[in-house]
């Protein structure tokens, strides 16, 4: 599998962690940023969840997608838009893919942040990669600016 559709699935325990968060996060307790994001799914148009982890850096905020081309991406990538909802708050929003080449301060700071959840994922990434080894991988971790 090439990076550019990468796309890692949970297994295991893995499924049971996601669920424990995702419960959380919908009763709003919030684990290190974690948020329920939902899109509407590209075909259907009905909502689809998933918990993510929301990067902030310097004042902007992300989504990074450490599993790959995941059906979230995929839909947020049609719509262009969807929601972060915290227990009972909603915010709409709407997003814009980076540029692989763009990535790197936001592939560093995910990383360093959750590296000890989602450093799994990266099967071929060292604990500290370079920059090289971050562009690299880049097409496989899509990457959305929320506007």
């Known amino acids: 599998m090439t990076n550019a559709n990468r796309h890692v699935q949970a297994s295991g325990i893995e499924v049971y962690f996601n669920k ?3 419960f959380l996060t919908r009763h709003g307790i ?4 974690t948020r329920i994001l ?9 909502w689809r969840t998933a918990p993510i982890n929301l990067l902030t850096l310097d004042g902007t905020r992300y989504l990074v997608a450490p599993r790959g081309h995941t059906h979230w991406v995929r839909n947020i990538r049609v719509s262009g838009e969807g929601e972060l909802r915290l227990g009972r708050k909603v915010e709409p929003i709407t997003v ?3 540029p692989d080449a763009d990535k790197l301060p936001m592939l560093r700071a995910y990383l ?3 590296g000890w959840e989602v450093g799994r994922f990266f099967d071929n990434l060292p604990k500290n990669p370079t920059d090289e080894q971050l562009l690299d991988a880049a097409p496989g971790i899509p990457v959305f600016r929320i506007n």
């Open 96 to 98: 814009t893919e980076l």
């Open 38 to 46: 939902a899109v509407r799914g590209r075909t259907s148009g009905k």
């Open 112 to 114: 360093k942040r959750w």
């Open 30 to 33: 919030s684990l290190m940023g």
């Open 20 to 22: 424990a968060v995702a």
